[in-house]
């Protein structure tokens, strides 16, 4: 148990350090790089940040049905649990845009080098004005070749839960510009809890 809280505060003192190192890089590479390109700097980030979740943390992973998702533009509609998603959901096709909060562009480094990603962001307790700006700019996204990630319920659920409404975006967006939904369903924050610095694996 002493090993196990020892290694995750490793893996946070690795998370952290390199964030900024990775969001700094970003800032800098999106004076001159494509989005494309400082999208597959964070890709990069992501699989080792995840690879060191492995190791350190015991975190595995198995994905079933990649064989599904498309080499041309789609909607990824996912259940939302913990922060692993919102990471790993990113390196499977590049460009990605996120729909997000808006509060998360103002978090220092880590939200300064997301803005420079293309995510779309939106307020929350306005829900028309951001189904429409999702149809908007998820459409016109899709039209330059990205994929759209959304987590249609809204907010992090406990996996106990099971999985909440989904909003109607996802579907509009995928029936107005004629694209697939690709969905995602996992139990991610049964290891990678949420709002907590604990990590269990199948073991613990």
Same mark, same amino acid.
């Given at each position: 148990?002493?090993?196990?809280?020892?290694?995750?505060?490793?893996?946070?003192?690795?998370?952290?350090?390199?964030?900024?190192?990775?969001?700094?890089?970003?800032?800098?590479?999106?004076?001159?790089?494509? $989005?494309? @390109?400082?999208?597959?700097?964070? @890709?990069?980030?992501?699989?080792?940040?995840?690879?060191?979740?492995?190791?350190?943390?015991?975190?595995?992973?198995?994905?079933?049905?990649?064989?599904?998702?498309?080499? $041309?533009?789609?909607?990824?509609?996912?259940?939302?649990?913990?922060?692993?998603?919102?990471?790993?959901?990113?390196?499977?096709?590049?460009? $990605?845009?996120?729909?997000?909060?808006?509060?998360?562009?103002?978090?220092?480094?880590?939200?300064?080098?997301?803005?420079?990603?293309?995510?779309?962001?939106?307020?929350?307790?306005?829900?028309?004005?951001?189904? @429409?700006?999702?149809?908007?700019?998820?459409?016109?996204?899709?039209?330059?070749?990205?994929?759209?990630?959304?987590?249609?319920?809204? $907010?992090?659920?406990?996996?106990?839960?099971?999985?909440?409404?989904?909003?109607?975006?996802?579907?509009?967006?995928?029936?107005?510009?004629?694209?697939?939904?690709?969905?995602?369903?996992?139990?991610?924050?049964?290891?990678?809890?949420?709002?907590?610095?604990?990590?269990?694996?199948?073991?613990?």
């Amino acid at each position: 148990m002493v090993s196990l809280i020892i290694n995750i505060l490793i893996f946070y003192l690795i998370f952290v350090i390199s964030l900024i190192f990775v969001s700094l890089i970003i800032i800098v590479s999106s004076l001159f790089l494509s $989005t494309s @390109k400082i999208q597959y700097i964070g @890709k990069v980030w992501i699989l080792v940040i995840l690879k060191a979740l492995k190791i350190l943390c015991g975190v595995s992973w198995n994905v079933k049905g990649i064989k599904n998702v498309p080499d $041309t533009p789609f909607v990824i509609a996912s259940n939302h649990q913990s922060p692993w998603e919102s990471f790993f959901l990113q390196t499977l096709f590049i460009p $990605t845009s996120s729909i997000m909060k808006k509060e998360i562009l103002m978090i220092p480094f880590f939200g300064w080098a997301i803005a420079r990603l293309k995510p779309i962001s939106i307020n929350r307790k306005m829900k028309i004005e951001s189904l @429409k700006k999702v149809i908007e700019m998820g459409g016109a996204r899709i039209k330059d070749g990205y994929a759209i990630l959304i987590f249609p319920e809204g $907010t992090r659920k406990r996996p106990e839960d099971g999985i909440g409404k989904f909003g109607n975006s996802c579907g509009l967006l995928a029936s107005n510009e004629s694209v697939p939904i690709v969905p995602i369903c996992h139990n991610s924050g049964k290891y990678w809890l949420n709002k907590t610095f604990r990590k269990k694996t199948r073991g613990n």
